[in-house]
Structures are given as structure tokens and as C-alpha cells.
């Protein structure tokens, strides 16, 4: 009996880490990694342009990393997928073809609305947002410059 519950108990615990989650962040230079935790990382650029990261910031330039989740599975499948000779450099693990050419449609949209927006806002005499009134809103010089930048940052993000 104790055999059964500790072969069953085992098994749970394997079922359980199997289905791990992969998360993406980029370092100070823009580079893209892959972890398989949440814990907090860390970022700078030393005087010579090295790139460093830690799990504390003990650096005065250090900067706290955004972990984006990637997929379900593990590093190595990430790894396998970016590898492999059809995925272009990426894939989602478990991914088919009809599911990459979708989500590489979608992705291609989303970063040519994200530029046109971004575009527009550039060229606008003057930005405002619409008040709970329906009226108009113009905004300063630095909301403006600060809305700009915000949305240069999700082009960046949307389009890379």
C-alpha cells in the first residue's frame, strides 16, 4: 500500500513540474532570454558596453527586467523550436504551421497599427483625448511628448 501511494505520489510531482511555463525578457541592449522562473532579474551596461544582470540590484544602473510569458513547456523546447529549420528563428513549442502563419498575421497587424497611430500622432498639430463630456482635451507639451514616447514604446514592443 505505502508503495502505491508513493508511486502515486511521484508520478503527481512529475505531471506537476512537466508543465512548466517559459518566460521571455530583454536585457539592457534589447537582446531577448528565456527563463523558467519568476524571480526578479536585473540589467545594466557596464562602462565598457558588457552587459551584466543579477537577481539583485547591486548595481547603481541595474534596472528590473519585465518577464513576458512565452509558452508552456521548457527552455529546451523553446530552444528546439527556435533551431529548427522551418520556425525563422522562432516558434511557440507545439506551434504548427497554420497557427504561426496566424499569429504571424496577427503580429504583422497589430505592429502596422501600432505604427500608423504612433505615425499619426506625430503629425497631429496637437494631441487631446476626449473627456467623460465628450469634449475635447488638449494636452501639454510634456503629456504630449510623454504620450508620444509611450506610444513609440508599444510600436517598438509590438513591431521586434
Same mark, same amino acid.
Do not use: M
Given at each position: 500500500m505505502?508503495?502505491?501511494?508513493t508511486?502515486?505520489?511521484?508520478?503527481?510531482?512529475?505531471?506537476?513540474?512537466?508543465?512548466?511555463?517559459?518566460w521571455?525578457?530583454?536585457?539592457?541592449?534589447g537582446?531577448?532570454h528565456?527563463v523558467?522562473?519568476?524571480?526578479?532579474?536585473?540589467?545594466w551596461?557596464?562602462?565598457v558596453?558588457?552587459?551584466?544582470?543579477?537577481?539583485?540590484?547591486?548595481?547603481?544602473?541595474?534596472?528590473?527586467?519585465?518577464?513576458?510569458?512565452?509558452?508552456?513547456? !521548457?527552455i +529546451?523546447?523553446v $530552444?528546439?523550436a527556435? #533551431?529548427?529549420?522551418? @520556425?525563422?528563428g522562432y516558434?511557440?513549442p507545439?506551434?504548427?504551421?497554420?497557427?504561426?502563419a496566424?499569429?504571424?498575421?496577427?503580429?504583422a497587424y497589430?505592429?502596422?497599427?501600432?505604427?500608423?497611430?504612433?505615425e499619426?500622432?506625430?503629425?497631429a498639430p496637437?494631441l487631446?483625448?476626449?473627456?467623460?463630456?465628450?469634449k475635447?482635451?488638449?494636452?501639454?507639451?510634456?503629456?504630449?511628448?510623454? !504620450?508620444? +514616447?509611450?506610444? $513609440?514604446?508599444?510600436? #517598438?514592443?509590438l513591431? @521586434?
Open positions: 505505502i508503495r502505491i501511494l508511486t502515486t505520489v511521484l508520478l503527481i510531482g512529475l505531471c506537476l513540474t512537466a508543465n512548466a511555463d517559459v521571455k525578457w530583454k536585457d539592457a541592449l537582446k531577448t528565456f523558467d522562473t519568476l524571480t526578479p532579474i536585473y540589467t551596461v557596464d562602462d558596453g558588457k552587459v551584466h544582470y543579477a537577481d539583485k540590484p547591486d548595481h547603481e544602473d541595474a534596472v528590473s527586467v519585465e518577464l513576458v510569458w512565452h509558452s508552456s513547456g !521548457t +529546451a523546447d $530552444k528546439n527556435a #533551431d529548427s529549420p522551418d @520556425s525563422g516558434a511557440f507545439g506551434e504548427t504551421a497554420e497557427e504561426r496566424e499569429r504571424e498575421k496577427a503580429e497589430y505592429c502596422k497599427r501600432a505604427t500608423e497611430i504612433y499619426s500622432y506625430l503629425n496637437q487631446y483625448r476626449t473627456g467623460d463630456d465628450g475635447r482635451e488638449y494636452l501639454g507639451k510634456k503629456e504630449a511628448a510623454a !504620450t508620444i +514616447a509611450e506610444t $513609440k514604446a508599444k510600436k #517598438d514592443e513591431c @521586434s
